[in-house]
T-cell receptor
């Protein structure tokens, strides 16, 4: 299973763009990259998933370089309500092994 | 769509008793469900994989006789913590895998278990 490494914590201010990078040096060919958000005492919430290049949805963008050894979750114009823990997971869709959570990044958005 | 519920959302029980937690996929069928445990300020740890109609697969270090998992239908999996002890107090989260484009795993809201 591809292991992921993320910064333990990050601070930001309201209205700023936040980029959280995840390293996954031993990502396999069939692995996808998925990001989740978790608030205290709640289950994780799916944010975005991608395989290569760039994926964008209504809440975030995911940038994946050509070598796929890292990925960056970009949150545009964060608000206080974006304060949460963000996890990146890497795994094979077909094998269903995208189940190992790393430490996550604790994002604190300040007013 | 893709909503997963858990019941109860929190439970307090006495040491030595058993507690059952339900996980339901409300608007889709889930052939596979997963159970996680999360201690305060820590990440989620996978406990077991639950497949409909078959025995669950437990992760290393998780006692299968203590954490009984049943996945009797395509929308329901249950986790029973038997003979609970205070160290079993934790946040238990289930998720359901939805087959489709990409790997989509949807999480329940979690169940806070406190054993006194």
């Amino acid at each position: 299973l591809a292991k992921t490494t993320q910064p333990i914590s990050m601070d930001s201010y309201e209205g700023q763009e936040v980029n959280i990078t995840c390293s996954h040096n031993n990502i396999a060919t069939n692995d996808y990259i998925t990001w989740y958000q978790q608030f205290p005492s709640q289950g994780p919430r799916f944010i975005i998933q991608g395989y290569k290049t760039k994926v964008t949805n209504e809440v975030a963008s995911l940038f994946i370089p050509a070598d796929r050894k890292s990925s960056t979750l970009s949150l545009p114009r964060v608000s206080l309500s974006d304060t949460a823990v963000y996890y990146c997971l890497v795994g094979d869709n077909n094998a269903g092994n995208m189940l190992t959570f790393g430490g996550g990044t604790r994002l604190m958005v300040k007013p | 769509g893709a909503v997963v519920s858990q019941h109860p959302s929190w439970v307090i029980c006495k040491s030595g008793t058993s507690v059952k937690i339900e996980c339901r996929s409300l608007d889709f069928q889930a052939t596979t469900m997963f159970w996680y445990r999360q201690f305060p300020k820590q990440s989620l740890m996978l406990m077991a994989t639950s497949n409909e109609g078959s025995k669950a697969t437990y992760e290393q270090g998780v006692e299968k006789d203590k954490f009984l998992i049943n996945h009797a239908s395509l929308t329901l999996s249950t986790l029973t913590v038997t003979s609970a002890h205070p160290e079993d107090s934790s946040f238990y989260i289930c998720s359901a895998m939805r087959q489709g484009r990409g790997y989509e795993q949807y999480f329940g809201p979690g169940t806070r278990l406190t054993v006194t």
